[in-house]
Every structure is written in structure tokens, then in C-alpha cells.
């Protein structure tokens, strides 16, 4: 019940925040320089195994070590809504919604 959920609820939400998504992506873009949009995290699964979770990019001008977070990335930060790309992994069934908040 709980995956039939998840997987109603997630596709739902992915659909409805595509134009959103949009928006963030070009507000990185501009703010964040060159660099991908979205970036991987590896994760554990609960149940063993690992995955990778999607995730927008916070740091301006990718990952090195002199980076910092744009001011895009900390809003996004804030906010949450650097996990909004996990809501492919919701819907592939990597993780769970309640999932998606955790750090």
C-alpha cells in the first residue's frame, strides 16, 4: 500500500512541478555558472545496497574545493528544494516520500 502510494503521489508531484523544475534550472544556471544542473548522491538503501539520489546543484561552479554555495543553492538549501529531483527516485522506488526529507 505504502509503494502504491508513494509511486501515485510522487508521479503526481513530478508532473505538477515540471514547469517549477524549469524555473530552478535556469536560476542555476544563471546564478551558479558552468557546471551540470543536477547533480548524483550515493545512498543506502534501508534494506541494504546503495542508489544514487538526484539532486539539484547548489555550488556555484560545480564541485571543487574552493566552492561555495550560490544564492540559488542556499535558498534551495533552505528550502528543500535541492531534493525535488528525488522525486525520480520515489517514483523508481529507491526511496519513499517520507524518505525524500531526511538528510
Known amino acids: 500500500m505504502k509503494r502504491a502510494t508513494d509511486l501515485i503521489l510522487g508521479t503526481v508531484l513530478l508532473l505538477l512541478l515540471l514547469p ?3 524555473a530552478i534550472a535556469a536560476a542555476i544556471k544563471l546564478a551558479g555558472g558552468p557546471g551540470p ?8 538503501r534501508s534494506g541494504g545496497g546503495t542508489f ?17 554555495p550560490s544564492s540559488v543553492g542556499r535558498w534551495l538549501r ?10 525520480v527516485n520515489v517514483v523508481r522506488g529507491d526511496i519513499g516520500l517520507d524518505e525524500l526529507t531526511a538528510p
Open 78 to 87: 533552505r528550502s528543500n528544494g535541492d531534493r525535488l529531483p528525488a522525486l
Open 20 to 22: 517549477l523544475f524549469g
Open 52 to 68: 544514487r539520489m538526484w539532486r539539484f546543484r547548489c555550488l556555484a561552479g560545480g564541485v571543487t574545493e574552493q566552492t561555495h
Open 37 to 44: 544542473i543536477l547533480c548524483q548522491q550515493e545512498r543506502v
